[in-house]
């Protein structure tokens, strides 16, 4: 079984179930939404990161790590547009784990709680003979009408997306491969992976703003995440491959280990970037905002009443067109 069809039979099996009081969103997002107080909500939402699946303790130091186990959780309140409150954080420690190693790791995750304002309030502690997990769960809080959701796309909006797409992806590859790790050029890729950054400045922005009809964070790829968007919304998205943006070391990295840099951006995953759905006449407003917040944004797409996710590669006239929908990571 599969992990989407894995979560559909969990949300099948609860989802009968009427709403519980106070609840307003449960699983399909990425957050669970719960009434706060008349005028504001709580986001609720959790992300494990596991040995050998997230990350590989031989290239990934404790601080970074500890970083990224704050940072990915963040991510999800930053996609419904929240602002990060609390925190609480399940490690399951393995026997190799000296106290030096602990150290850095609280330390690296204690200095992402300060950037992003969330406080750890509790949590487990218990021994895993084998895999280090790092299980977090994160509360965030918004106005109850500036949560963005996934479903709320439309036909004819545009799809944005903050930042570069790919370089977790080609880091992690290189890292991988022991390839170009001295390379001053490549530490932008490598970075992405060890210690991506949560865009809760922007979510924010966006969220206030008031124009935006859907959002997601992206963690398996833009193939798949934008296939998440579009089933909520029950619609469809174009993708043109020219405006997707990239970095000029995925070009090279992607020269040295014989790969496509397109592959890393639609397919690899871990880009915790913002993608998000507005109609046209919001283009602008997008851009001044997010100019504001020193974050680069581009459209990339558009949204169609068709379903799928097709990739254009080329013109948008004559480019041979692709289905990409859920064609990024998955694990099971
Ligand atoms: N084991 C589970 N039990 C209940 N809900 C789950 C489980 N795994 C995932 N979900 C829910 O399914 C949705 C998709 O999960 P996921 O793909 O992990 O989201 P994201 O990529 O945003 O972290 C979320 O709403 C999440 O809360
Ligand atoms: C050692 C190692 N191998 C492979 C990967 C690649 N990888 C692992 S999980 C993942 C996708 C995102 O993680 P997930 O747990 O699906 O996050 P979620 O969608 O739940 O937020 C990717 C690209 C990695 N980060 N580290
Ligand atoms: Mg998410």
């Given at each position: ?24 969103r449960s699983i ?111 509360i965030g809080e ?191």
């Open positions: 079984m599969r992990e989407r069809e894995m979560i559909q039979a969990i949300s099948d099996l609860v989802g009968r179930k009427e709403l519980a009081e106070g609840l307003i399909g997002d990425d957050c669970a939404v719960i009434s706060r107080t008349d005028r504001s909500v709580w986001l609720l939402s959790m992300d494990s990161l596991v040995e050998q699946v997230h990350f590989d303790l031989r290239f990934h130091p404790a601080y970074e790590l500890g970083r990224k186990a704050v940072s990915v959780n963040v991510s999800d309140v930053a996609a419904m547009g929240g602002r990060p409150q609390f925190l609480l954080l399940s490690l399951g420690l393995t026997p190799d784990r000296d106290q030096a190693w602990f150290k850095e790791f609280m330390a690296g995750l204690e200095s992402a709680c300060r950037e992003y304002g969330c406080l750890l309030i509790g949590g487990d502690t218990v021994s895993s003979p084998r895999a280090l997990t790092l299980t977090l769960t994160i918004q106005d109850r009408e500036a949560v963005i959701y996934r479903s709320g796309a439309r036909p004819g909006d545009e799809i944005w997306v903050s930042g570069e797409l790919g370089l977790a992806a080609a880091g992690l590859d290189l890292f991988r491969l022991g390839s170009g790790l001295e390379d001053p050029d490549f530490k932008p890729l490598l970075a992405r992976h060890l210690n991506p950054r949560a865009r809760v400045e922007l979510g924010l922005a966006l969220a206030g703003s008031g124009v935006v009809r859907a959002m997601l964070d992206l963690s398996d790829g833009l193939a798949t995440d934008l296939a998440h968007l579009c089933k909520e919304s029950g619609v469809g998205g174009r993708v043109e491959a020219r405006l997707l943006p990239g970095h000029p070391a995925l070009d090279r990295a992607a020269v040295l280990l014989d790969r496509q840099p397109i592959d890393w951006m639609i397919r690899g995953g871990e880009d915790y970037e913002l993608l998000f759905t507005a109609p046209p006449a919001a283009g602008k407003t997008i851009q001044t905002l997010a100019a504001g917040q020193n974050v680069p944004v581009s459209r990339i797409g558009w949204i169609v009443r068709e379903h799928g996710v097709v990739l254009i590669r080329g013109d948008r006239d004559e480019g041979e067109p692709e289905r990409i929908d859920f064609q990024g990571y998955e694990h099971c």
